[in-house]
């Protein structure tokens, strides 16, 4: 059942950091942390698989009304195209809130009501959970947007402060002012929490959120002088590598917003 691995998945996290105060200590007080679930869906089985979803959102409405979460968002893959040994088809993004929002995800009347819903296995897999947290961040909301180009990167080894000080000085203010000029719907910088260590495949990821699904094949930096947005990307990249991009879209979501 996802929620029992979701739940594990954040109480392992909360043990993490607790026990690891020099980890805990590298976030802000106010730093929200992010539950993300990958699934692929069993062949020909979508349209369960969005009747499921649409039965979890109402508990996850009830989540956000009650302040446990600040939204839930229900994202399907565009690209790269769907196939069989695709590894993920549909990503779930539940905005958490702060640190102690992992504690207590859901309360017991939640947990028991989750035991009656259709069993998730006929139509999905899980195939992994992960928790971000929030870095930069631009534009009204966290994963609201109806499109996303989400790239996964990888610090180099020893770099990667050398990365978010690069990204901070220069990508930040760019990706602020396409926000506020409206090229860009939103844009956020994210960094993994769990699972933790050297040896995963990313450590970040950025996301460019969009109004329109051909958003990303015009001009996405349109108003900066592009002398500077050649700068930004060799300040970034000199310290960091994407490893892979993918494009999401929106299929569902509540919020308190």
């Known amino acids: 059942m996802r929620a029992t691995v979701s739940l594990g998945v954040l109480l392992a996290v909360s043990a993490t950091l607790v026990q690891a105060p020099s980890a805990s200590a590298q976030f802000a007080p106010d730093t929200k942390f992010i539950q993300v679930d990958y699934m692929k869906v069993v062949e020909g089985k979508y349209p369960e698989y969005q009747k499921l979803e649409q039965i979890w959102k109402t508990l996850h409405q009830e989540r956000v009304q009650k302040g446990q979460i600040e939204s839930w968002s229900f ?23 702060p640190f102690a929002k992992m504690e207590s995800p859901y309360d017991e009347a939640q947990i028991a009501k989750m035991d009656s819903f259709p069993p998730a296995g006929d139509s999905r897999k899980l195939v992994r959970s992960e928790v971000w947290s929030v870095y930069r961040t631009a534009g009204p909301e966290l994963f609201a947007s109806k499109f996303a180009t989400v790239l996964f990167h990888k610090a180099r080894p020893g770099q990667l402060g050398d990365y978010l000080r690069a990204q901070t000085e220069h990508y930040a203010p760019i990706n602020e002012a396409l926000v506020k000029s409206g090229v860009r719907k939103a844009w956020h910088s994210l960094g993994i929490v769990y699972p933790s260590g050297t040896r995963g495949e990313y450590d970040w990821v950025t996301f460019d959120g969009f109004d329109r699904f051909d958003a990303p094949v015009g001009n ?3 108003g900066i002088d592009p002398a500077r947005v050649t700068a930004a990307g060799k300040a970034v990249s000199a310290h960091r590598d994407t490893v892979k991009n993918e494009y999401w879209e929106l299929a569902d979501r509540v919020g308190s917003k």
Do not use: K
């Not at 769907?82 to 958490?96: H, M």
């Open 75 to 97: 994202y399907v893959v565009a690209l790269p195209p769907y196939s069989t040994s695709r590894e993920y088809d549909a990503v779930t993004v539940t905005v958490l809130g």
């Open 220 to 222: 996405t930096t349109a």
